[in-house]
């Protein structure tokens, strides 16, 4: 089995400049995500941010990590063994998590993810920063974020909940 070591992760540095740029950004703040959970699966959109949403998420309070490189096939060989060590790194942690995906909104992109419970916004956007994450998503209450992981910038919105 891989491990983290075995991979070279997006450095610190890139994920920061990429943080700030207005390219990948506005991508993130298209994405819905879907959960693909027994009994609650469904799928969370943002809203802008004047919008009212919904103030209770079905799943709980969480956050959205991947372990795919920024600007790679997410469907790579590469990428699915990057989310195997997510899985274990989780798994070892006694992390609760299930799977969800990225979805862009005109779904020409999708990204396999986590939804990951128990974490506080620092050590998600930590476990993102160490997996070579721009952002990653967090969903409490009102709030759908969009949090960069090596630098502060985020963006909150209200979300809304299509269950499947």
Known sequence: MQEHGDFTWTPRATLARAAQDEY???HYLQTAVEFHADGRAGTVWPLDAHLPGGDRPPLGS?????AIQPDTDPASADNAARMTVLDHELQAADIASLRASGVSFDGKHRE???AVF?????RARALGL????VAI????GRRWSLLACATDRQDHRGWRWQAR
Request: proline share 4%.
């Open 24 to 26: 990948p950004w506005r």
């Open 118 to 122: 128990g974490l506080d916004d620092e």
């Open 137 to 140: 998503f967090s969903w409490r």
């Open 62 to 66: 969480l956050h959205v990590i991947t």
């Open 112 to 114: 396999e993810s986590r």
């Open 130 to 133: 160490r997996l070579g994450q």
